[in-house]
């Protein structure tokens, strides 16, 4: 019997199996596609901050693409925030190789992966598959729930999500001319709750989407595109939901426990879900270690990740506030936070991850006074 079993070889899911297996504890993992890393539904940017923050600067290195120096952001009336660093601040990965590569390094370790290998049903100890159609069992003492946004195991787990916890997403490879060094987000009718976004993997292609809570999610890219002017080849699509709402309370029940995307550890700000999945990975890791070795509870998870939750809540809440404004509200506070230069604070101050290191920082800044009354709205949401 395995002590451990992950569902899902997604960043989060990985990152757990391998550390779990490293500490000791006999780890498999099931995952229900026959490749790692395959459909890709990412735009694979990721911060600076956050690869060093957990630790996985080789497996970028091995799988990258572009680096970025800042981001361009538009209002829905093209007001424009700039932030710009003399350094990179986010690195551009191929995200099916760096899954592949975690994947690599967590059977190193001694984990096995099982491919094509698609969890159907959980019941206490034993976990009900399917393989290319057949049926088949596995017994663990204890389950991981890695299975992304669409996950099972919360399902199993008793939680009810509804459709304003997400937002869709759609996303092409264009070839094209691109700055290689800027990111580019745009607000407006096109990505209604979202935005849409140019990323960069070279001079010549750029990852081109846009998320937004709207039905009709082609035609809104389309509309996008047109305006942008972005045409030529579209290649590599990807259509998939981005979990927005907070993140889950309870993701430990019996002897099952939720990491990554499942558990809405996602950046409802941007839609990012790599460095904070693979952080609570880890978490979770070390709260099994301890639940096993010195018999703590398992609960003890859910515990240890209010560091990050307060994270994630904070992304929730300017996710909140932003939403909360209409198009004519943002471009009047992109006006006001050029005055106040949110640009040069964002350069200096930013992250991608932790807004805690900076929300708390702003009003600090004389310069920064006259965006008080929005400070003021921001705490009452
Ligand atoms: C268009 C788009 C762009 C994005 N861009 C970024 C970005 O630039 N940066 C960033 O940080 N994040 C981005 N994200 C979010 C990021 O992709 C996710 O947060 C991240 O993949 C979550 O990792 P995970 O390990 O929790 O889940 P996943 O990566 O989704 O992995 C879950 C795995 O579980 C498997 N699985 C599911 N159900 C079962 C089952 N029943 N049995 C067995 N296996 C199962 C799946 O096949 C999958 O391999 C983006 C998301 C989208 C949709």
Not at 47 to 60: F, L, P, T
Not at 196 to 225: H, Q
Not at 340 to 366: N, W
Request: glycine residues 8%; proline residues 3%; hydrophobic residues 35%.
């Amino acid at each position: 019997m395995n002590m451990v079993t992950v569902i899902g070889a997604g960043p989060a899911g990985l990152v757990t199996a391998r550390k779990c297996q490293e500490l000791g504890w006999k780890t498999s993992v099931l995952e229900e596609h026959d490749v790692i890393g395959k459909p890709v539904n990412c735009t694979g940017i990721i911060s600076a901050s956050g690869v060093e923050d957990v630790g996985i600067r080789k497996e970028v290195e091995e799988t990258l693409m572009n680096k970025i120096r800042g981001a361009q952001i538009y209002s829905p009336n093209h007001e424009m925030i700039e932030v710009k660093k003399s350094s990179t601040v986010a690195y551009v990965i191929d995200r099916g190789g760096f899954d592949r590569v975690l994947a690599r390094e967590a059977t190193e370790a001694g984990v096995e992966i099982h491919l094509n290998t698609k969890m159907i049903d959980i019941r206490n100890e034993t976990i009900f598959t399917e393989q290319k159609g057949r049926g088949g069992l596995q017994k663990s003492k204890l389950i991981v729930g890695a299975d992304g946004v669409n996950s099972k195991t919360r399902s199993l787990m008793g939680f009810e999500t509804n459709i304003t916890n997400y937002v869709h997403a759609y996303q092409v490879v264009a070839k094209g001319k691109f700055d290689p060094k800027y990111v580019q987000i745009y607000m407006g009718d096109y990505s209604k709750g979202f935005f849409a976004w140019i990323v960069p993997e070279s001079e010549e292609r750029a990852r081109v989407g846009l998320a937004s809570t709207s039905k009709n999610i082609r035609k809104d890219f389309n509309m996008f595109v047109n305006e942008k002017n972005i045409s030529g080849e579209f290649c590599d699509k990807c259509s998939s939901l981005i979990p927005v709402g907070e993140p889950l309370k309870n993701i430990v029940q019996d002897n099952m426990l939720l990491v990554g995307d499942s558990a809405f550890q996602t950046k409802a700000t941007t839609g990012g879900g790599i460095i904070l999945g693979i952080e609570a990975g880890k978490i979770a890791a070390n709260s099994i270690d301890a639940h096993f070795k010195n018999n703590k509870p398992l609960k003890n998870y859910e515990k240890n990740c209010a560091e990050l939750n307060k994270e994630l809540r904070l992304h929730w809440k300017i996710r909140q506030f932003i939403n909360s404004k209409n198009e004519d509200q943002l471009d009047k506070m992109f006006q006001k936070m050029n005055k106040a230069k949110i640009g040069e604070f964002l350069s200096e101050h930013g992250d991608m991850d932790r807004p805690s290191k900076f929300v708390g920082k702003i009003l600090t800044k004389p310069n920064m006074w006259r965006l008080f009354p929005e400070a003021v709205k921001f705490m009452r949401t």
